[in-house]
């Protein structure tokens, strides 16, 4: 009998057969499959911008959050999470770490009418976009990443228009905006009483290493007030609003309108009430310490103004204005001047009844020798950035994030030209440009910094969802590729560190893209032609889902072993666990089942289970996985299980590990290579094995339940999950339609020979590459996988049938 070695070898030469055999009938140019992840971007051959300005928005679809997640994003791989934020409880938080708000009680009390409307005792600020490779909503990177992205769709919506991304960024925008106007609480007069400005502690947020789908953490609410005002939250929040309007009210007047009734109650709030810096402590702590508030002041007043022509908005913010700040520092979300002035200078431009630069004079108490064009203090950024640049010539600014504060001067040099060079790129575009394919490659490291752009782009963004690992420490390949997410970027001396736990060189947060986006749409607005194109059917399917031939292909469970066998029959085997999926559903009481053979014993029932591990338990109490059993296996004789409850967890896609052992200490034999669950179980001799990482492999003998129903895996009679899919919930995108296989149909048989063989392989390959087609019943035949088309993985299954490591089509 052949072994699988020799099974897997056959399908080895079989496979190099096909590929000799179609790139004889000339259809193979480079690989069977192309790449689904990445494309080659080669410096010498220039890049492709059009290609960059899609993928630049995809980080936003990863880093989606509520209620409305799963009609709204973009990828599979992302679902509704943090729905709890719909049910905030209306309370005083006891500490920054649990349930509640910081309203007062008698704040709540007085106003839960505007607060509570439905009278549930919650508070619904769910929505929003995660800040970073974390689940916290923080205000200030909110706002600056809502109005930027609105900012390059203002300046260059031609680029979007003309590359088809108009649609997916006004996705974004409204998501963006809509959560904003959700977190601002209005009295029946339209007045502001209450904005939430922060969902989440990021204290407690970063003790978890979770994809947000299973976060159960607490996640307190923080609202400004008229007794604190906080100002820069409330003005940034409507400088986003107001863009919103001018991006919307000649395709959607009645949401524009809503956003700018909205943008200006909260001016109005800001206006009426003491102007004062947000409190740290109040929320952002550490992470976000914003230094100033008058910046974000003029930047709202400048988009106020193009939205009203009301010129109260510019005079109320004309004493705060800092004409010599942009040369100094960077766009960013704590420091906008660089953004508020060029668009006072926009203003400045073509109002120029408005004279802006003596209102400013005259609001500061300055002469006519102070202060000139606006223009001239945003120019002087590009020398100051110019002598920045490293050794492979990289305007460096700052270590943490030093390519968002890169991309948001590209942006600014853009947007330079618009309106001082006729709407041409000059030598200030010129130098945004080699900076931005710097950070495409070509650079000393021939890294791009732009995640699945290229082949050699970063691949470990310090990102939890994309990840799936255990912890950010875990040196394994990622789950998903985390496409168009800017990492942190290069140090002073071009160098860079790709690993996940780094989350310096490669952090990716909401903030770093925003000006990345509409740096990206500048480029091609200036540089971009038609032969640069999208890619088309993005994003790809992802390929995770591992490699089992049965049992449910989303839910599965991937493990190792360590077998403590002693001479008289006694001993244990230690088993280390998880439970994987591709669905993006909460599902608690998930169970786990190691089947065992009794057939040599003479007390099954002597069998004991134990607990060595539980990871859940240590990292996201009160978690807990639990052993029981033996139970009796009631299809077969001699067999029985232990399970592994965990009731009330969603352990599932949670990546953590469950540990524990099994066996006989004494008076009776047992051969755990007998076991159901043992065989495919990959062993290790050391106990080391179960404290690395990727030792887990997809076990599909090892059976995932959820209430008793078999979900993932193969039971030992062969049983396995009646639709071979994961269970349904309310609201799940892409509903699972399964169909009974044609009685008339001879699965395999692609060229409608009569048989299967290798040359049906061949003639899926063949029309897969434009080479040949297949006939309508060639079609439906080769259809092996049941998914509606031929595909690659189809011709493999196939492969895998002639070499008998699939006993029937279709699979």
Same mark, same amino acid.
């Given at each position: ?77 992302? =679902? ?437 986006? =509409? ?8 540089? =971009? ?96 996985? @639990? ?120 699965? =395999? ?11 049906? @392989? ?50």
């Amino acid at each position: 009998m052949r072994t699988m070695v020799d099974r897997l070898r056959a399908v080895a030469n079989c496979g190099l057969a096909v590929l000799m055999a179609t790139a004889f009938l000339g259809q193979m140019s480079a690989c069977l499959v192309p790449c689904k992840t990445t494309i080659k971007a080669d410096a010498a051959e220039g890049y492709n911008y059009a290609k960059l300005l899609q993928y630049s928005m995809y980080f936003y679809d990863a880093n989606m959050c509520g209620t409305d997640v799963d009609e709204n994003n973009r990828y599979v791989w992302r =679902g509704d999470c943090h729905t709890y934020d719909s049910q905030v409880p209306l309370q005083p938080m006891e500490t920054m770490q649990s349930p509640g708000t910081n309203l007062t009680q008698s704040f709540i009390d007085k106003y839960k009418d505007v607060l509570d409307p439905d009278g549930d005792g919650y508070i619904d600020v769910a929505g929003g976009f995660h800040d970073a490779g974390d689940h916290v909503k923080f205000g200030i990177p909110e706002n600056y990443s809502a109005a930027t992205l609105g900012w390059g769709y203002y300046e260059f919506r031609d680029s979007y228009v003309k590359t088809g991304q108009d649609d997916h960024i006004e996705t974004i925008l409204r998501y963006f905006n809509d959560y904003l106007m959700k977190c601002t609480f209005r009295d029946d007069s339209g007045a502001v009483i209450a904005h939430c400005y922060q969902v989440g502690e990021g204290g407690l947020d970063h003790a978890y290493w979770n994809s947000p789908e299973v976060d159960e953490m607490a996640r307190p609410a923080w609202f400004l007030t008229a007794e604190n005002p906080q100002t820069d939250y409330v003005v940034s929040a409507a400088g986003s609003l107001a863009i919103n309007y001018l991006n919307f009210k000649d395709t959607d007047p009645e949401y524009a309108e809503k956003s700018l009734d909205y943008a200006t109650a909260l001016m109005d709030f800001a206006m009426t009430n003491e102007k004062q810096l947000s409190i740290n402590e109040e929320g952002p702590m550490q992470f976000y310490r914003a230094s100033k508030w008058e910046d974000d002041y003029c930047w709202a007043a400048a988009w106020m103004y193009l939205c009203t022509e009301d010129v109260k908005y510019l005079e109320d913010a004309a004493p705060y204005v800092d004409y010599y700040a942009p040369s100094g520092y960077c766009f960013n979300w704590n420091d906008m001047w660089g953004g508020a002035n060029t668009m006072w200078a926009v203003i400045n431009q073509t109002h120029p009844e408005l004279d802006l630069v003596n209102m400013v004079r005259k609001a500061q108490g300055k002469n006519q020798y102070v202060y000139d064009d606006f223009w001239d203090e945003v120019e002087k950024c590009f020398p100051t950035w110019q002598q920045l640049e490293t050794p492979g010539g990289y305007a460096f600014l700052s270590q943490w994030g030093s390519a968002r504060y890169n991309t948001a001067m590209q942006l600014i040099a853009y947007v330079y030209d618009k309106y001082t060079n006729d709407g041409k790129p000059g030598k200030y575009s010129d130098w945004a440009k080699s900076q931005m394919d710097y950070i495409l490659g070509d650079n000393p490291m021939d890294r791009c910094y732009v995640v699945g752009y290229s082949e050699n782009s970063a691949k470990f963004p310090h990102h939890r969802a994309a990840s799936g690992l255990t912890k950010c420490e875990d040196p394994d390949e990622h789950r998903y590729v985390l496409f168009g997410a800017l990492v942190g970027g290069p140090d002073g001396s071009d160098k860079h560190v790709d690993v996940t736990s780094d989350y310096i060189y490669n952090e990716v947060t909401i903030d770093y893209n925003a000006a990345f986006v =509409g740096a990206s749409a500048g480029i091609y607005a200036y540089y =971009g032609d038609d032969s640069m194109e999208v890619t088309p059917d993005f994003p790809p399917e992802p390929e995770y889902g591992g490699d089992g031939e049965g049992g449910g292909n989303s839910y599965w469970v991937e493990a190792c072993g360590i077998d403590d066998k002693q001479s008289t029959g006694a001993g244990v085997t230690k088993v280390s666990m998880m439970v994987k999926t591709t669905s993006t559903k909460k599902l608690d009481n998930i169970s786990i089942r190691y089947y065992f053979n009794s057939s040599e014993m003479a007390n099954p029932e002597a069998m004991q289970g134990s607990e060595l591990y539980d990871q859940a338990s240590v990292e996201a109490a009160p978690a807990d996985g @639990v052993t029981k059993g033996p139970f009796k296996y009631d299809k077969l004789d001699d067999t029985y299980y232990f399970e592994v409850i965990f009731d009330g967890y969603n352990f599932a896609n949670s990546a953590k590990k469950y540990q524990m052992t099994m066996g006989c200490y004494y008076g009776d034999k047992w051969d755990p290579e007998n076991d159901w669950s043992y065989k495919g179980l990959t062993m290790f001799k050391e106990d080391d094995a179960f404290f690395g990482t990727g030792n887990e492999v997809r076990t599909d003998n090892i059976c995932v339940y959820t209430d008793g129903v078999l979900i993932g895996g193969i039971e030992p009679d062969g049983s396995v999950p009646e639709t071979n899919q994961e269970p349904t919930t309310e609201g799940d995108k892409k509903p699972t339609e399964t169909t009974e296989p044609a009685d008339d149909l001879l699965y =395999g048989d692609a060229d409608c020979s009569g048989k299967v063989d290798i040359l049906d @392989v061949i003639a899926i390959n063949r029309a897969l590459l434009g080479g040949g087609t297949l006939t309508k019943d060639g079609e439906a035949q080769a259809d092996v996988d049941g998914d509606g088309k031929p595909s690659s993985a189809d011709s493999l299954n196939i492969l895998k049938y002639l070499v008998k490591l699939i006993q029937k089509l279709p699979v």
